[in-house]
């Protein structure tokens, strides 16, 4: 199958037609999807009534899945999905809305600002795939912005400033940000900050991106507000209209992006009604840190 990719609005947007997804798509299929993943950067696929097992088998034409461990604070025993499906719904065991003071609802309301997924591990993640199994009428959208065109249109002060610089990233900064942090002993060792370079470049195409993040909360060697303050500016120059789309869903929508040329945020929605969206994530293979000046 040869999947049709028409660019929406921004460029950095592809829709893709012809393709179903939930079957065996073959090497060719695969790397035709590949190809527009780092042409555009975020994909958008309708109607895929994927099942976890057909919607990790289709993930995995990308490299290894990234397990979800470290990455929350729901118990294992509180998991309503495999080790590999990252949860990222609304909903708990009993497949009801959490309370609006659920501490993993509030957890989770960190989505809500700008990230790249997993840039609070060492390795952090190459794509993220998210299916809407149930989603929301209005509010709950997912928005991107394209991080290789943001990173182009800095002057070059700015980038020559920003080419080395490394940045500390957890979760811990993130949803401090939010004023969550009450964070046990063992959930504060669990996200460790790790490293990444503030600039990163492909690894197939050789373009760089700014690698920015809510989880960034340091820059190695400056002070801290100066550091945070500096994240905002670039936040948001690199989130403006130019760069920006927002995907409203439709039902069995499937919005696949590189957390290497991209951030993303969900937008508010009315939190009582069932929004049943589920992510597979495919490993990075390297340390941003590790790069090698381009
Ligand atoms: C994600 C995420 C966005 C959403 O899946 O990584 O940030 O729309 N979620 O729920
Ligand atoms: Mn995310």
Redesign the pocket.
Same mark, same amino acid.
């Given at each position: 199958m040869t999947p049709n990719i028409r660019a929406l609005n921004t460029g950095f947007v592809g829709e893709v037609s012809g393709i179903d997804l939930t079957q065996p798509i073959g090497p060719e299929g695969a790397a035709a999807i590949e190809a527009g993943m780092d042409r555009y950067a975020v994909l958008v696929f309708h109607d895929q009534r994927f099942t976890d097992e057909q919607q990790k088998a289709f993930s995995q034409n990308f490299g290894e899945l990234e397990h979800t461990a470290g990455g929350n604070v729901t118990k294992a025993s509180e998991k309503r999905l495999d080790p590999y499906m990252?949860d !990222?719904s609304n909903l708990g065991l009993d497949h009801k809305p959490l309370a609006r003071d659920d501490r993993k609802r509030m957890f989770n309301l960190g989505?809500q600002l700008w990230?790249s997924?997993s840039s609070f591990r060492a390795k952090p993640a190459k794509f993220?795939l998210?299916s809407g199994r149930v989603t929301v009428g209005k509010g709950?959208n997912?928005q991107f912005c394209d991080m290789r065109a943001a990173y182009d249109a800095l002057d070059d002060a700015t980038k020559a400033e920003i080419e080395d610089l490394i940045c500390e990233h957890s979760l811990i900064y993130s949803r401090g940000s939010l004023g969550f942090d009450d964070l046990s002993p063992e959930e504060m060792a669990m996200f460790a900050p790790v490293r990444q370079r503030l600039v990163r470049v492909h690894p197939v195409t050789g373009r760089k991106s700014l690698y920015l993040s809510s989880h960034a909360g340091k820059i190695i060697g400056w002070p801290v507000p100066e550091a945070r303050a500096f994240l905002r500016d670039l936040t948001e120059h690199a989130t403006q209209k130019q760069f920006f789309h927002s995907h409203a869903w439709q039902q069995h929508d499937f919005v696949m992006w590189d957390n290497r040329t991209t951030v993303? #945020? !969900?937008t508010r929605f009315d939190d009582t009604q069932v929004r049943d969206?589920r #992510?597979t994530t495919v490993a990075g293979d390297r340390e941003t840190v590790a790069q090698l000046a381009a």
């Open positions: 990252a !990222v989505n990230h997924d993220s998210l709950g997912t993303h #945020r !969900v969206m #992510r």
